[in-house]
């Protein structure tokens, strides 16, 4: 397990590239435009019932992105202290 943490870190692994897939996140969530075609394109893929819906499920993944990250950060923060 440890290796394959080592390998995260030196990899071409979306880990590495939390910081801006975290901010692209938030920026779409702050971007009504976007916002408003991710809640027509869960509707229409029938994630939601309503554009409503559409729109709080997309905030919900995008935020969830960030928590994951955040999650696999403090896993990460663990496994290093280990590693010390």
Not at 52 to 68: C, F, H, N, V, W
């Amino acid at each position: 397990m440890l290796k394959d943490f080592g390998s995260i870190l030196t990899v071409n692994h979306p880990y590495r590239f939390r910081d801006a897939i975290v901010d692209l996140a938030r920026r779409i969530s702050c971007t009504l435009e976007i916002m408003q075609v991710l809640a027509e394109e869960y509707t229409a893929s029938s994630i939601a019932a309503d554009i409503e819906d559409g729109r709080m499920a997309a905030a919900d993944d995008l935020l969830a992105i960030e928590s994951i990250f955040d999650q696999i950060g403090e896993k990460f923060e663990r496994i290093e202290a280990f590693r010390r």
